[in-house]
Structures are given as C-alpha cells and as structure tokens.
C-alpha cells in the first residue's frame, strides 16, 4: 500500500448546479437509452458473445497475486440535461476510460446504481420499471461494460438494478479483466428511512456476503453495497473467505428529515475500522452533488399534462468524500470535495490529471494494493488465529438472547 502521508490542494472554486428529474420523465429517457444502445449493438461489426466461462486469458487456475492498482470513482449529476440517463451512461463510460488508461488501474469502483439519479428518495411505482435482467444478453449495462473491461484489461464490479423473474435487488455483477462474468452479489441489508426508501424498492440479497477471485491478476475482492459497510459481520465474512481489499460501492448523503446531520466523518470511520479490524484495505465510491427529485403539479386540477408545472418533492445533497485506506484502515486517498477542488494527490502530475477529471464531474483517486504484504501483516497480528467462533453464536440472534446456543 502507498504512504499514507497525503497533501491537498485547491482550485477555484466551482458550484455544481442540482441535478432534477421527474420519475415519468426519467422512464421515458431509461427506455430511449436501451433503444439506443440496443441499436448500437446490433450495428457493431463484433457479433460475438464476450462468453462468460474461461478464456484463453484467463489461466484455469488463479495466478497469484502480485501488487496493483486500484481507483475509486466519485461521479456527480450536475451539468446533466434534467430527467436523462444517458449523461450518466457516457460519464460512467469516461470514468472507466479514464482510470485505466490515465490512472493505471487494474481494479475500478463506479458508485452505487451509477446510471441514474438516485431513485429511491420517494416511492414511486413507475421507477421499479427501471431494472434490469441479470442477462447479460438484455443488460446494455453488462454487457457494455464486460467490452470495457476486456478492452482496457480491467476488474469492474458493476452496480445495477436487477430484477430476476418477479423479484428485483440492488446488485453488483463483477466483471473479470477478460470480459468475463465471475458472479453477482445481492445487497443485503436494505434501508427504509426518509430519502433512502430502498425497501420499497429491493428485496434483501439472497446470495450471502461473497467474494470473487480474478483469473487475470489473481487478486480477490470483497463487495458489499452501500448501508452493508454499516456492519462489521459483513466484512468479517468477506476477509474471512480470503478477500485482499474490501469495496463499497455508495449513495450516501444528506438526511432529507434534518438536512444538519453531516453523516460522513462517521460513515468513513466505521469502513476504516473494518480495515483495521481484518487487516484488509478498502475502498468506498460515493456520489456527490444535490439531486431533487419532482413531482407533477396539476394547478387547474385536470388530466391536462400540458397544464402540469413540476414542483419539488425531496432532495439529497451526496457528500461524496470517496476514499481508500491502507490496511490499518489510514485513509491514504480520499476526494475531499468536487466542489472546491480540494482533492489529495502526492504530486504535481497526479494534481494536474485530478484537476483535468474534475472539470469533467468525475474524480478517480487510486493508491497501490500489496496483498502478499498484507497477508503477510494479517498473519503477524493473529487476529484469524485468536480467533473464537464458537464463542460468537449470539452474533446470529436479533437481540442478544442466549436463547438456543
């Protein structure tokens, strides 16, 4: 891992206008994407399926992992034309373009559902239509981004909207640096709270807390989504299946309820102490930048959608602050704010390139991941050794009952 001894600077500031969307709006604009895209593929002269089983890249057997690169992206809405997707694709797009060729990395983090606003700020029954299959086939997200991967050699998990059959979860799909799928997660603990109505949305994960090796760089990453990095088992699970870095796909910002509270010092340091804790380094992607959610207003209470105004339902301001830490759980990177363009790098070459990325609404930090020294630390301090599992059934009660263990 890098140093942890880090510096800032600034830039003039630059005031990122909101982002505003109406959810019948922001379908109409969801559903011309997929026309699109779905029409590019069609017109593409490589036919072929990225296969999702074992390449000539990929060796059959895990090839041990030496030290790489890892960023974390931080996206904004601002600038974006109100209620479209597509400005979110192409930057989604630019910020992987820009972090494998630019930033050296091998291994990069997009926020938490990077394709849109943040939907789940009110209930809206239209907005479920945003998901999609987990086919890769019908997924332009997937499949656009298994391209990107294989194209610039890169291990992207992928944050998406899922929905399988009747059921729809808030997944992340981890794409190997062949283009080939290694496996999806499925968030598991679900928030419901004012501007975080997720549970309306998504229905608690059913594939446990796992992790996913690449064949290509042989390293093996955790992922878990957003309120997950709440909760220490969650990460205690990840390292304990062998994972070298844990990451954090986000969406996290103000509490509509009392736009006072500033969550993100605390949210930064319950994921560092999982660093610490498992002796395992991790990275958090948030997104950043005020997203106003509108609803429309009949004001000559008719069905006359000419005669509707859009008036302001809820909004989120998301404090972005993504970061990376070292395996004591140190921050050694971290976007300070996209806002005034205080963000940390080691020299004026990393300086430049952060500040060229800003003006295009999009922050990657990176740092250098050493596994074999980290394991190499974890063992030393013993804390899997010590360890006591059978001391620990009341973990697995709700309230701490000694009842049954």
């Given at each position: ?233 969650a990460a205690r699970a990840m390292a304990l299946q062998g ?122 930090i990176t740092s250098t991941i050493d596994p074999e020294a ?32």
């Amino acid at each position: 891992m890098s140093s942890s001894s880090i510096s800032s600077s600034s830039s003039t500031p630059l005031l990122l206008p909101p982002y505003e969307y109406c959810p019948e709006d922001l379908m109409e604009s969801f559903h011309a994407l997929q026309k699109q895209q779905q029409q590019q593929k069609e017109q593409a002269k490589e036919e072929e399926e990225i296969e999702t089983k074992q390449t000539s890249l990929s060796p059959s057997t895990p090839l041990p992992a030496q030290s790489f690169t890892v960023a974390a992206v931080q996206l904004t809405a601002s600038g974006l034309p109100s209620s479209s997707l597509d400005g979110f694709w192409q930057r989604a797009q630019q910020a992987v373009e820009l972090a494998a060729t630019q930033h050296d990395a091998s291994l990069i983090l997009l926020p938490e559902l990077f394709l849109g606003p943040y939907f789940c700020q009110s209930q809206e029954a239209c907005l479920q239509g945003l998901a999609l299959t987990s086919d890769n086939n019908n997924n332009f997200v997937l499949s656009s981004m298994q391209r990107l991967a294989k194209t610039h050699r890169v291990v992207l998990p992928i944050s998406f909207f899922e929905r399988q059959n009747n059921v729809l979860y808030n997944s992340v799909t981890v794409i190997d640096a062949d283009g080939s799928i290694l496996g999806t997660y499925r968030k598991s603990h679900i928030p419901d709270g004012t501007g975080y109505q997720e549970k309306f949305y998504f229905t608690p994960g059913d594939t446990g807390f796992r992790v996913f090796t690449s064949r290509v760089f042989g390293f093996t990453i955790g992922v878990a989504i957003c309120w997950d990095q709440w909760f220490p088992e969650a990460a205690r699970a990840m390292a304990l299946q062998g994972a070298d870095i844990l990451m954090y796909p986000t969406a996290i910002g103000t509490e509509p309820q009392d736009p006072t509270i500033d969550s993100s010092g605390h949210w930064q340091r319950v994921m560092q102490g999982h660093a610490a804790a498992n002796v395992v380094p991790v990275v958090a992607s948030n997104r950043y930048g005020t997203e106003i959610l509108l609803s429309h207003s009949n004001n000559n209470n008719n069905n006359d959608i000419n005669n509707k105004t859009k008036i302001e339902k809820q909004r989120i301001t998301f404090y972005g602050r993504s970061f990376i830490t070292d395996a004591t759980g140190a921050i050694v990177k971290e976007v300070i704010s996209m806002n005034n363009g205080d963000m940390q790098q080691q020299d004026q070459q990393q300086q430049q390139q952060q500040k060229e990325d800003h003006q295009r609404c999009i922050s990657i930090i990176t740092s250098t991941i050493d596994p074999e020294a980290n394991r190499a630390q974890r063992l030393a301090w013993g804390l899997f050794r010590d360890r006591r599992p059978e001391l620990y059934g009341i973990l697995q009660t709700k309230d701490g009952s000694q009842k049954g263990i």
